[in-house]
């Protein structure tokens, strides 16, 4: 079993709607959350970066994290076909060795 | 201008033959890191580097060697190249290890 798990879709959705992207983990010691977006052929580059249990919210992305569930989200609203990409999450555990452990990442296609 | 650079940007190469990756940072960071990125799109980290210091290893085979000249850079040399070598190979830089890290273009490299 993988320490992150994520479905790796593709998801496809049209204009405008909310998209609901999700990961789950295994690790109790990871403390760092981020959301990581990948466009075809570039490098990934960082969407959120949250460290407790809760939301964060930036424009029309939101980042929630449940430590007790070890689930962690991403939404976005007002889907646009910009937003077509990869979403890698990825978390870091509390020894601080900076490791990034990510999921498979989740292919989203947003249709205008 | 660009935060974390990487050369060459694609690579094709035979079976056995050595070559190296370069990768520049120029924000300061002190911890540099290495991942590969395979065809299914999972990224893995392969090694880390905090001030020239090799600070993670993971279980990558020995034909694949870090070098830290400095802070601000960190190539990848790899020895007898095997047609499973093939994938993207992406540098990242973070400021701590706990930190948001920065990726660069990415290295596609296919061996025949």
């Known amino acids: 079993q993988k320490e992150v798990e994520q479905d790796p879709g593709p998801l496809s959705v049209p204009e405008g709607a909310i998209v609901s992207l999700n990961c789950t983990y295994s690790n109790s010691a990871f403390q760092y959350f981020m959301w990581y977006r990948q466009y075809s052929r570039k490098g990934p580059e960082l969407l959120m970066y949250t460290y407790s249990s809760g939301n964060k919210e930036d424009g029309r992305f939101t980042a929630q994290v449940d430590k007790s569930s070890k689930y962690i989200s991403l939404f976005i609203r007002d889907s646009q076909p910009s937003d077509s990409a990869t979403y890698l999450c990825a978390m870091i555990d509390s020894g601080n060795t900076g490791k990034l452990i990510f999921g498979q990442g989740t292919t989203l296609q947003v249709k205008p | 201008d660009t935060a974390v650079s990487q050369t060459p940007k694609y690579l094709v190469t035979q079976m056995g033959n050595d070559k190296s990756i370069k990768c520049e940072q120029n924000?300061?960071?002190?911890?540099m890191y290495w991942y590969k990125q395979d065809s299914k799109k999972f990224l893995k980290i392969m090694f880390s580097y905090n001030n020239k210091e090799l600070i993670i290893n993971e279980t990558v085979p020995n034909r694949f060697s870090p070098k830290s000249p400095d802070k601000a850079h960190l190539n990848l040399h790899i020895n007898s190249l095997e047609l499973g070598d093939s994938a993207v190979y992406f540098c990242?830089?973070?400021?701590?290890?706990?930190?948001?890290?920065?990726f660069g273009p990415g290295t596609r490299l296919l061996v025949l």
């Open positions: 990242a830089s973070s400021h701590v290890r706990e930190g948001t890290q920065y």
């Open positions: 924000l300061g960071h002190d911890t």
